[in-house]
C-alpha cells in the first residue's frame, strides 16, 4: 500500500486531507489513510508492549488543533483496544503537555504536524522519558511499518479486526477523556514548576516563585498570545499566568486564522495586537508570542519602550536570549559546586553567536544534527560525562527545551526571559554583564538586555531564499559535486575574500545524529546529515559559515548563512554564492 510520508524521528507527516490540498480545513480522510493510522498504532503497540514488558500498556494519545486529527485518532483507538493498550485519550493536548503526563505512562502517541500547514498531519511517538523516540528506535518503528503496508491482505486483515470492537470498548476509552486531560494538565503544570526553577524541591519552588510574584506585583506586567486555533489554547497557559498575576491577553483562540509556522511573518498579528493594547493603556504588555500548532514551539515579540512599538525577535535571538537566561541560571544555582561544567547542545545551523555567549560566561557548545531528538540526545550524552545541560535547543527555529523538559516550550521560553527581568540584585543580567564586559544599570529592561547580546547577521530560517528545490536525492552525490564546484570557485574567490570580508581560510564541518565532525576532507561523508563551511579570518577565528541539508520532514533542501557583525550585505554575498555552487551541482 502506498504512503507517501515521510518518517523522520521529528514526526511522521503527509497530507492527510482527503482533497491532498495542504491548506484544505476539511475533517475528512481517506480510507487508504485510516489504514495507515491503523497500521502505525499496530506497530506502535508491539514496539511499547515490548519495551515496557507490558502486555496491557498504558498509551496516552492526543490531537492538536487541526481538522484531520480526530479522525486519525479514532482510528487509532480503533486498532488500540483491539491491541489490548488502555488508552488515556485527551483530545486536543500541547505537545508538551502529553510528554509530561507520559512521564507516568508507558509511551505516548501525539497526532499533529508541528507548524505545517493545515491540511497536513502526522503521528509522534514516544515512551515516558519526556521526548519523542530518538532517530536509532524511530528507525525500528519506520522499519516495521513499511515491512507491514507491503502486505495488502496484512493491512485488510488488520483494518478489520480494529474495526470490530464493540461500540462499548470505544465508549469506554471516549469516557474518560474529560479525566484523561485533566490529568495531563496537572501533570504538566507540575513539571513546567520542575522546569523553570530547576528542581523538584516544593519548597525552593515557593520561594522562586514568591521572588517572581513580588517583582510582578511592584512591577506589572501583561503577555499576550495569538493562539492562531492551536493546541495550547486548550492548554495552560491562561490559568499559569494568572497565577503569577500576569496579566493575560489572547486573539485568535479557537481559529488557524492564518499560517501555522511561527516566524516572522506571521509574528505580525501579535505585535499589532501589543500595540492596540498600549493604546488603550496596557503598558504592562511587555512580550507576546505564537505557539505553532502542537504548541511545542512559540517565537516571541517584546515591547520596545524606546522605540514604543512591538518588535518582532528573530528565532536566533529568541534563542540566544533564552541560552543567556538559563545558563546564567545554570551559574547562579550551581557556580559554588566544584564539579559544576555547564554546557549548552544546539543544532548545526544555530548562530556562532550561541559559542560567544557561552565562552564569555565559561560554558561549552556541543552540536548536533537538525532535529530536536538529535539535540536532545547529545544533551544526555553530554550529562552522562559530567556537564550540566540546562538550556538546549535549535537556534534555527528558536526553539528553547529547558531541562529536565525534553522537548520545546514557549513556556519555558517566556518564563526564562521573565526571569531576566524579575532577578535583580545580583540578578541574572548583572552576573552577564559582569562576564561579557557589558555595562550595567540597575535599571535596565528587555531592550537593554537584546542589545547586550553579541551582534551576528543570519538567514532566517523561513525565508524563501533559504530554501532549494533540487532534483538530486541522493545528497552525497550533490554534496561531492558542491564540493568541486566550491573549491574550484574558491581558488578564484580567495583574494576578493580577503580583502572584503577578511575571509583567509575555510573548514568543512560535518554533523550526523550526535556527532560533528570537524575538519572533514570529503564533503559527501555528511550524506543527509548537515555540512557547513566555517569560514575564518588571519587569526583563525570563526567570522562566518554556510550550512546545508536536505529537509527530514518537508521535501526541500535547506541553506543558511550567519556572519559576525550587523553585516547584512555579507550575509546575502555569501548565501547567494552557496546557492549558485548548489544549482551548478545539481
Given at each position: 500500500?502506498?504512503?507517501?510520508?515521510?518518517?523522520?524521528?521529528?514526526?511522521?507527516?503527509?497530507?492527510?486531507?482527503?482533497?491532498g490540498?495542504?491548506?484544505?480545513?476539511?475533517?475528512?480522510?481517506?480510507e487508504?489513510?485510516?489504514?495507515?493510522?491503523?497500521?502505525a498504532?499496530?506497530?506502535f503497540f508491539?514496539?511499547i508492549?515490548?519495551?515496557?514488558?507490558?502486555?496491557?500498556?498504558v498509551?496516552?494519545?492526543?490531537?492538536?488543533?487541526?481538522?484531520?486529527?480526530p479522525?486519525?485518532?479514532?482510528?487509532?483507538?480503533h486498532a488500540?483496544?483491539?491491541?489490548?493498550a488502555?488508552?488515556?485519550?485527551?483530545?486536543?493536548?500541547?505537545a508538551?503537555?502529553?510528554m509530561?503526563?507520559?512521564?507516568?505512562?508507558d509511551?505516548?502517541?501525539?497526532i499533529?504536524?508541528?507548524?505545517?500547514?493545515?491540511?497536513?498531519?502526522?503521528i509522534?511517538?514516544?515512551?515516558?522519558?519526556?521526548?519523542?523516540?530518538?532517530?536509532?528506535?524511530?528507525a525500528?518503528?519506520?522499519?516495521?511499518?513499511?515491512?507491514?503496508?507491503?502486505?495488502d491482505n496484512?493491512?485488510?486483515?488488520a483494518?478489520?479486526?480494529?474495526?470490530s470492537?464493540?461500540?462499548?470498548e470505544?465508549?469506554?476509552?471516549?469516557?474518560?477523556?474529560?479525566?484523561?486531560k485533566?490529568?495531563?494538565?496537572?501533570?504538566?503544570?507540575?513539571?513546567?514548576?520542575?522546569?523553570?526553577t530547576?528542581t523538584?524541591?516544593?519548597?525552593y519552588?515557593?520561594?522562586?516563585f514568591?521572588m517572581l510574584?513580588?517583582?510582578i506585583?511592584?512591577?506589572?506586567?501583561?503577555?499576550v498570545?495569538?493562539?492562531n486555533g492551536s493546541?495550547?489554547?486548550?492548554?495552560?497557559?491562561?490559568?499559569?499566568?494568572?497565577?503569577?498575576?500576569?496579566?493575560f491577553?489572547?486573539?485568535?483562540?479557537f481559529?488557524?486564522?492564518?499560517?501555522?509556522?511561527?516566524?516572522a511573518?506571521?509574528?505580525v498579528?501579535?505585535?499589532a495586537?501589543?500595540?492596540?493594547?498600549?493604546?488603550?493603556?496596557?503598558s504592562?504588555v511587555?512580550?507576546g508570542y505564537?505557539?505553532?500548532?502542537?504548541?511545542?514551539?512559540?517565537?516571541?515579540?517584546y515591547?520596545?519602550?524606546?522605540?514604543?512599538?512591538?518588535?518582532?525577535?528573530?528565532?536566533?535571538?529568541?534563542?540566544?536570549?533564552?541560552v543567556?537566561?538559563e545558563?546564567?541560571?545554570?551559574?547562579?544555582?550551581?557556580?559554588?559546586?566544584?564539579?559544576f561544567k555547564?554546557?549548552?547542545?544546539?543544532?548545526?545551523?544555530?548562530?556562532?553567536?550561541?559559542?560567544?555567549?557561552?565562552s564569555s560566561?565559561?560554558?561549552?557548545?556541543?552540536?548536533?544534527?537538525?532535529?530536536?531528538?538529535?539535540?536532545?540526545?547529545?544533551?544526555?550524552?553530554?550529562?552522562?560525562?559530567?556537564?550540566?545541560?540546562r538550556?538546549l535547543?535549535?537556534?534555527?527555529?528558536?526553539?528553547t527545551?529547558t531541562?529536565p523538559?525534553?522537548?520545546?516550550?514557549?513556556l519555558?521560553?517566556i518564563?526564562?526571559?521573565?526571569?531576566?527581568?524579575?532577578?535583580?540584585?545580583?540578578?541574572?543580567?548583572?552576573?552577564?554583564?559582569?562576564k561579557?564586559?557589558?555595562?550595567?544599570?540597575?535599571?535596565?529592561?528587555?531592550?537593554d538586555?537584546?542589545?547586550s547580546?553579541?551582534?551576528?547577521?543570519?538567514?532566517?530560517?523561513?525565508e524563501?531564499?533559504?530554501?532549494?528545490?533540487?532534483?538530486?536525492?541522493?545528497?552525497?552525490?550533490?554534496?561531492?559535486?558542491?564540493?568541486?564546484?566550491f573549491?574550484?570557485a574558491?581558488?578564484?574567490?580567495?583574494?576578493?575574500?580577503?580583502?572584503?570580508?577578511g575571509?583567509?581560510?575555510?573548514?568543512a564541518?560535518?554533523?550526523k545524529?550526535?556527532?560533528?565532525?570537524?575538519?572533514?576532507?570529503?564533503?559527501s561523508?555528511?550524506g543527509?546529515?548537515?555540512?557547513k563551511?566555517?569560514?575564518?579570518?588571519k587569526?583563525?577565528k570563526?567570522?562566518a559559515?554556510?550550512?546545508?541539508?536536505?529537509s527530514?520532514?518537508?521535501?526541500?533542501?535547506r541553506?543558511?548563512?550567519?556572519v559576525k557583525?550587523?553585516?547584512p550585505?555579507?550575509e546575502?554575498?555569501?548565501?547567494e554564492w552557496?546557492?549558485?555552487?548548489?544549482?551548478k551541482?545539481?
Open positions: 500500500m502506498e504512503h507517501n510520508m515521510i518518517l523522520s524521528a521529528s514526526g511522521w507527516r503527509k497530507v492527510f486531507a482527503a482533497s490540498d495542504e491548506q484544505d480545513k476539511s475533517p475528512e480522510i481517506t487508504t489513510d485510516r489504514s495507515i493510522a491503523v497500521i498504532a499496530d506497530v508491539d514496539y508492549s515490548k519495551t515496557s514488558g507490558q502486555e496491557a500498556p498509551i496516552a494519545l492526543g490531537i492538536d488543533a487541526r481538522p484531520t486529527g479522525a486519525l485518532a479514532d482510528a487509532m483507538i488500540l483496544v483491539k491491541k489490548g488502555i488508552i488515556q485519550y485527551s483530545a486536543v493536548t500541547a508538551p503537555e502529553i509530561a503526563y507520559a512521564k507516568k505512562l509511551g505516548f502517541i501525539y499533529s504536524a508541528s507548524h505545517n500547514p493545515v491540511g497536513h498531519n502526522g509522534k511517538f514516544g515512551t515516558n522519558d519526556g521526548g519523542v523516540l530518538c532517530g536509532a528506535e524511530n525500528k518503528l519506520v522499519e516495521d511499518f513499511l515491512a507491514r503496508l507491503k502486505d496484512g493491512v485488510a486483515e483494518v478489520k479486526k480494529a474495526y470492537c464493540t461500540t462499548s470505544l465508549k469506554a476509552v471516549y469516557d474518560v477523556k474529560d479525566s484523561s485533566h490529568n495531563a494538565l496537572s501533570a504538566y503544570k507540575n513539571f513546567i514548576n520542575e522546569t523553570i530547576g523538584e524541591n516544593k519548597e519552588q515557593t520561594d522562586f514568591g510574584d513580588s517583582y506585583t511592584t512591577h506589572p506586567l501583561g503577555v498570545c495569538d493562539f493546541s495550547r489554547y486548550q492548554s495552560i497557559d491562561r490559568d499559569y499566568f494568572k497565577e503569577r498575576h500576569i496579566n491577553y489572547s486573539i485568535n483562540d481559529e488557524i486564522a492564518h499560517e501555522i509556522i511561527p516566524e511573518e506571521n509574528l498579528h501579535v505585535a495586537e501589543m500595540e492596540r493594547l498600549h493604546k488603550e493603556g496596557h504592562e511587555v512580550l505564537m505557539p505553532d500548532c502542537d504548541g511545542d514551539r512559540g517565537n516571541i515579540v515591547w520596545d519602550e524606546k522605540a514604543a512599538k512591538a518588535v518582532i525577535l528573530k528565532a536566533q535571538e529568541v534563542f540566544s536570549l533564552s543567556l537566561a545558563l546564567t541560571y545554570s551559574i547562579w544555582q550551581h557556580s559554588d559546586e566544584k564539579d555547564p554546557a549548552v547542545a544546539v543544532n548545526c545551523p544555530t548562530s556562532m553567536r550561541i559559542n560567544e555567549i557561552a560566561l565559561g560554558a561549552e557548545v556541543f552540536r548536533a544534527e537538525v532535529g530536536e531528538a538529535n539535540v536532545v540526545n547529545l544533551a544526555r550524552e553530554k550529562r552522562s560525562e559530567g556537564y550540566t545541560v538550556i535547543g535549535e537556534g534555527s527555529n528558536g526553539g527545551i531541562y523538559a525534553a522537548v520545546r516550550d514557549p519555558n521560553t518564563f526564562a526571559l521573565l526571569k531576566l527581568l524579575a532577578m535583580r540584585e545580583g540578578g541574572l543580567y548583572e552576573l552577564w554583564c559582569n561579557s564586559g557589558n555595562k550595567y544599570k540597575e535599571d535596565f529592561t528587555l531592550t538586555i537584546i542589545s547580546l553579541p551582534l551576528y547577521t543570519t538567514t532566517g530560517v523561513s524563501p531564499r533559504a530554501v532549494l528545490k533540487v532534483k538530486t536525492t541522493d545528497h552525497a552525490k550533490l554534496k561531492a559535486a558542491f564540493q568541486k564546484a573549491e574550484a574558491w581558488k578564484k574567490k580567495a583574494s576578493d575574500l580577503k580583502k572584503k570580508y575571509i583567509t581560510d575555510w573548514e564541518v560535518i554533523t545524529g550526535t556527532k560533528e565532525t570537524c575538519g572533514v576532507k570529503d564533503f561523508e555528511s543527509k546529515g548537515g555540512l563551511i566555517v569560514f575564518k579570518d587569526d583563525s570563526p567570522v559559515f554556510i550550512w546545508m541539508r536536505g527530514g520532514t518537508e521535501p526541500v533542501f541553506i543558511m548563512c550567519d557583525g550587523d553585516k550585505d555579507m546575502k554575498a555569501l548565501l552557496e546557492t549558485d555552487l548548489i544549482k551541482a545539481d
